[in-house]
């Protein structure tokens, strides 16, 4: 059966959604949030119901932890993965992995518990686009390009794609975004790798040690001319102070020599701890002897070694390139040895991988080459590939990743607490927009949390993200999740702004009540309107499960689950009665009820939770109470 998890997963996997593959300009989710009711056939517990329909021809259910998911069916359906559970009358069916280039042995065992792993090395572009769409995950390194035709071709399917490394500029991201694929990436485990690596580069490089190795085995022996240059003393300047960067320095301050570092989002302190002084750009690469690269390919970080700043380098530099060809300006390179600007370049990386074989700066007798080697210890590719099939599991599974490239990253203890938080916030954006008449229209939200503690300490994205899910999915096509839904929001010109306000209350808990406020709008049931003009609810965790605890200036106290009946009558004796009796008559369960009233035997709003919807009769005969002057039906 379906175990329960204290921590519920936040994405489920995609699978079902889409009535229709998804074009570019309205992508179908491929990540999902939890406890998604409307177009997310998703359903909390296995139940004796069955399944929602699922228009792909192939899909089938399974449940995952507390969760049922769907997924297409694979040609692979063996061995039960132990934390699946079949789904009541579907074939249990296992993701299908696709692992695009080599990664460790024991990431593939990992990944192999789970789901069905398909091992393709050395597709074309062609053949990956062909293969992507029968694909729940695609595991790469550097060398595969997971381009937006690739999530266009992958038509919903592809919900995760997991990067076995650090650099993600391989992968398109905003095309990642647009479709509401998870990237994840393996972000710690081939740092020291890649920083010995660069250490080896770098003594190799001031001593020859490549040159002089081909010059024997060509049959030569000429000590003369490879004397190299020592290390010890010299200036290093390391150019992106992050993981691997302070371990280069590390190491650099081991063999006795003076490290600087340029990095503009590096704190201080951490470089002052190693003994690193932080300097500007052109301090940096104007007193180095040595200049050693291990900053990301960005935009703003493509070609920064170029013919200026090459101009800029104290005569005589060498240079070491462990991070990304794309950052230098491979022919001002070329210019720069041959005017002696640059001693001597070690490069791990090149502009396109593998260089053409004519490559004048790879033919250079000043360049020692490797062919992307930095992550490549054996060490670093189990680590790389046990963490990187723990998070594309994990994804699969429906958790958020805490190496999500394209989504907020949560560290796992405010995860932990914001969990039961991730559902109310889901909860208050669906009934908000249920509560607008015709659901058209909205331009502006504002979301106000009160909590004890201070507003910095707060990490909001995740709800903020969920209220967005709510608003958007119940009145659009578009599938939502964490990874898309800022950008669904601006699509829709929907602007979320928040609030955060400190209340003096328990701050053991992180949000006291979270208030979800449309502005601008009419509403089908008018009591949901504040004072101020704006739909407006509020709700709490209560015994960790969500309440809804006021409708515009009505304070209410209801469990938000199955469904809610929202009423405005007379305050007077016997309400509850007539609608329970009503309710009862036509087999409907009532989970929860409460009553808020702001003056006694005036006007009071009647809040009831429902299991099951109520037939139009149901809620005509309620409609027709004398003392009911509004009431609205309302999905959870
Ligand atoms: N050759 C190989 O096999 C490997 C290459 N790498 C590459 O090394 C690079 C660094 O990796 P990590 O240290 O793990 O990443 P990281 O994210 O820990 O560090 C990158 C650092 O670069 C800094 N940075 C960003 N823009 C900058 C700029 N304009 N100027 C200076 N610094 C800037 C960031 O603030 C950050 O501190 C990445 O490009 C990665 O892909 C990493 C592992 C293996
Ligand atoms: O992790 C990185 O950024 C790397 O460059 C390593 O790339 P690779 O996995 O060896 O293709």
Redesign the pocket.
């Known amino acids: 059966m379906a175990s329960t998890s204290s921590l519920k997963p936040i994405f489920s996997s995609p699978l079902t959604s889409s009535p229709s593959p998804p074009s570019p300009q309205k992508p179908s989710s491929l990540l999902s949030f939890l406890h998604s009711t409307t177009s997310t056939p998703i359903s909390l517990k296995l139940s004796s119901n069955p399944p929602h329909n699922n228009s792909h021809p192939r899909s089938k259910s399974f449940a995952v932890t507390n969760v049922v998911l769907k997924t297409d069916t694979s040609p692979e359906t063996t061995s039960v993965p132990s934390n699946y559970t079949q789904d009541l009358g579907s074939p249990l069916t296992k993701p299908t992995i696709l692992v695009s280039?080599k990664i460790g042995e024991k990431g593939l065992e990992v990944l192999r518990e789970f789901g069905h792993v398909e091992c393709l090395y050395d597709l074309s572009p062609d053949q990956l686009c062909s293969k992507i769409s029968s694909c729940d995950a695609l595991i790469v390194?550097?060398?595969t390009k997971v381009t937006r035709q690739v999530f266009q071709a992958s038509n919903g399917r592809l919900k995760v794609v997991g990067?076995?490394?650090?650099?993600i500029d391989n992968v398109d991201l905003q095309a990642a975004t647009e479709f509401g694929c998870l990237v994840v990436?393996?972000p710690t485990a081939?740092t020291v790798a890649?920083a010995e690596h660069g250490i080896a580069l770098l003594a190799a490089m001031a001593r020859n040690v490549a040159q002089a190795d081909a010059s024997i085995k060509a049959g030569t022996w000429q000590r003369n001319k490879y004397v190299g240059v020592s290390l010890v003393g010299k200036t290093l300047a390391v150019m992106g102070f992050g993981k691997v960067g302070s371990e280069v320095a590390r190491r650099a301050k081991g063999l006795g020599m003076n490290v600087i570092a340029h990095d503009p989002y590096a704190p201080a302190d951490r470089a002052r701890a190693l003994g690193v002084d932080l300097v500007s750009f052109d301090q940096a690469i104007g007193t180095a002897d040595f200049i050693s690269l291990h900053m990301p390919l960005t935009p703003a970080t493509s070609k920064v070694f170029n013919d200026e700043t090459f101009a800029k380098m104290k005569k005589g530099v060498r240079i070491v390139n462990v991070a990304?060809g794309g950052v230098i300006d491979e022919d001002a390179l070329v210019k720069a040895l041959d005017s002696g600007i640059v001693a001597q370049a070690a490069l791990d990386?090149f502009t396109k991988e593998p260089p053409p074989k004519d490559s004048r700066l790879v033919q250079h007798e000043n360049v020692t080459v490797t062919p992307?080697?930095?992550?490549?210890t054996k060490e670093a590719q189990e680590g790389?590939a046990i963490e990187i099939a723990e998070a594309v599991v994990g994804a699969l599974k429906g958790e958020l990743s805490a190496t999500a490239v394209n989504a907020p990253m949560v560290p796992p203890e405010v995860l932990s607490e914001l969990s039961p938080y991730v559902e109310l916030a889901e909860k208050l954006g669906r009934l908000a927009v249920q509560l607008v008449a015709g659901g058209s229209g909205i331009k502006s939200v504002k979301v106000v949390y009160k909590s004890a503690r201070d507003p910095d300490d707060l990490d909001t994205r995740l709800l903020r993200a969920m209220i967005t899910k709510g608003i958007i999915e119940p009145i659009s096509s578009s599938f939502v999740n964490l990874v898309n839904a800022d950008f669904t929001a601006k699509e829709k010109g929907l602007r979320i702004s928040e609030e955060r306000i400190v209340v003096d209350s328990s701050p053991e808990f992180p949000i006291d009540s979270i208030q979800v406020q449309i502005s601008n709008v009419e509403s089908k049931f008018a009591s949901g309107i504040s004072d101020n003009g704006d739909i407006s609810i509020e709700g709490k965790v209560k015994y960790g499960t969500p309440h809804l605890t006021s409708v515009g200036s009505f304070a209410v106290d209801v469990s938000l689950e199955g469904n809610l009946i929202l009423c405005r009558q007379v305050d007077q004796p016997g309400m509850i009665g007539q609608v329970g009796n009503i309710l009862g008559e036509h087999n409907v369960n009532v989970s929860f009820m409460s009553v808020g009233r702001t003056v006694r035997r005036k006007k009071a709003i009647m809040a009831i939770g429902v299991d099951e919807k109520p037939d139009k009769e149901a809620l005509k005969k309620i409609g027709e109470i004398p003392a009911i002057e509004e009431f609205v039906f309302l999905k959870l």
């Open positions: 280039e390194r550097s060398g990067r076995a490394g650090v650099g990436n393996a081939n890649a990304r990386v992307h080697l930095g992550a490549s790389v």
